[in-house]
């Protein structure tokens, strides 16, 4: 992670209603940044032994910060993304550091602790990420499960915010009719317009 560089910009704070309601984690009152990251050491361990992807890390942003984690290939910048929503899997492992949100230590959550903060307090767009559709289901569909997972939403609730969503992504402002209509798009399967799919997708939290 060296060669990784950082850029940050300032915009308007947001209130606490944009980031939900507080964690129950571990809290250290020490830390005051939204997202403080101490010393993050990712592994993956191999035959040979462990292979170091990210070296002891630090970081923090505050709220109302953009903050840009730039670098060359392989240098570790997807790890830092995966560690912090805690989607690093064996043989991969956090070995060391901390990882705090509103100064809540992240590593702490529980399992259905992790599940809201993923959704509510922070989340992440894959690279590739239409690859994570199903090609043999409706979009709307997809979409509906994932926010019913998250949120507690009847079926045709979350097809309907679904559709919200769908309008957000297409660049209106909500007052001209989306073409192709929403009610369509949402019966559309992954391989048409992604991009849209995309934008819609990573837009709900």
């Known amino acids: 992670m060296s060669a990784a560089e950082r850029t940050t910009t300032k915009v308007a704070p947001t209130s606490d209603s944009a980031v939900g309601a507080p964690l129950v984690g571990a809290l250290h009152p020490g830390s005051n940044a939204l997202l403080d990251i101490r010393n993050l050491t990712v592994d993956y361990l191999t035959p040979l032994g462990p292979a170091r992807a990210v070296d002891r890390v630090s970081f923090s942003i505050d709220r ?6 730039a670098g060359e290939s392989g240098c570790g910048k997807s790890t830092v993304a995966h560690a912090i929503m805690r989607l690093i899997q064996p043989p991969g492992q956090i070995s060391d550091g901390q990882m705090l949100f509103q100064g809540h230590d992240i590593l702490t959550l529980s399992r259905k602790e992790l599940q809201d ?3 509510s307090k922070v989340s992440i ?5 239409m690859n994570a559709l199903n090609p043999v289901l409706p979009v709307g569909a997809q979409m509906s499960d994932a926010i019913r997972a998250h949120q507690k939403m009847s079926r045709s609730q979350a097809y309907e915010r679904a559709a919200e969503l769908f309008r957000l992504g297409s660049g209106r402002d909500g007052e001209s009719p989306p073409h192709p209509p929403v009610r369509t798009r949402r019966a559309d399967f992954p391989h048409r317009a992604p991009q849209n799919r995309s934008v819609a997708q990573a837009r709900h939290d």
Request: hydrophobic letters at 55%; zero cysteines; a neutral charge.
């Open 117 to 119: 903060f993923r959704w």
């Open 64 to 69: 109302g910060e953009v903050f840009g984690l």
């Open 125 to 129: 767009v894959f690279q590739s990420a």
